[in-house]
């Protein structure tokens, strides 16, 4: 079966640097889409990735290893406005979005 | 202002009757999609369509019906709605094609309580 994974929660400081990590086993691969859900509100598109490597866009970026199935995405100078779930999706081989269930992430001062 | 419209934000209902969520989209996308959302899991895709006179079944269609007459318009109907139909559901569209379909822009939700 086709199958994302990644942690139910983290917390981390005001400031600093946390990383959230992705593993997927999927059939096939076009892609890893990283999104952002404040609570009680729609998900956002952060970043996609199909090619190994970093990708970075301002205080995000965004990894992939193709060979090794993961992915993780990297937000620097956290800020208050950072906590939220953040929503991993691989696009499977027939062009589907398999959906992790997503990492809260808790941000204190 | 552009993008997705969901109605309505939410709603009780009690078992067995029918609701239609309705979707609209002002941005000209071609493909639109249904999630559904639950504690715990992943968004969990219901119905979609590629382009305006088809639909295809995700998921977790049982219980759902859709129709897309014209670009704009994406309604989900319920047709006897049961308590575990009880989420938050989204409608969704995406601009692109191919791996680029997984841009995907989100209208603000629909919560639905089924009684």
């Known amino acids: 079966g086709q199958n994302i994974d990644q942690p139910t929660e983290m917390t981390a400081t005001e400031g600093a640097i946390v990383q959230i990590n992705c593993t997927y086993q999927t059939s096939g691969f076009n892609g890893l889409f990283w999104y952002q859900q404040h609570a009680g509100e729609a998900p956002t598109f952060l970043s996609y990735n199909v090619l190994d490597g970093l990708e970075e866009k301002g205080r995000f970026s965004s990894f992939l290893s193709r060979s090794k199935g993961y992915s993780y995405l990297l937000l620097k100078e956290l800020q208050m406005k950072d906590s939220a779930s953040y929503l991993c999706a691989v696009m499977d081989s027939n062009y589907q979005l398999i959906w992790g269930a997503g990492t809260k992430l808790i941000i204190k001062p | 202002i552009a993008g997705i419209t969901q109605a309505p934000t939410s709603q009780i209902l009690a078992a067995g009757r029918r609701m239609t969520l309705r979707c609209t989209q002002d941005?000209?996308?071609?493909?639109m999609y249904w999630y559904r959302q639950d504690l715990g899991l992943g968004l969990r895709l219901i119905h979609y369509?590629?382009?305006?006179?088809?639909?295809g079944k995700g998921e977790v269609p049982d219980g759902y019906s859709v129709s897309r007459a014209n670009t704009d318009d994406f309604p989900l109907t319920l047709a006897s709605a049961v308590p575990s139909q009880t989420s938050v559901y989204f409608c969704a569209s995406s601009p692109g094609t191919g791996a680029h379909t997984g841009e995907l822009f989100f209208g603000e939700g629909s919560r639905l309580t089924v009684l």
């Open positions: 369509s590629n382009t305006a006179g088809t639909t």
């Open positions: 941005m000209r996308h071609n493909a």
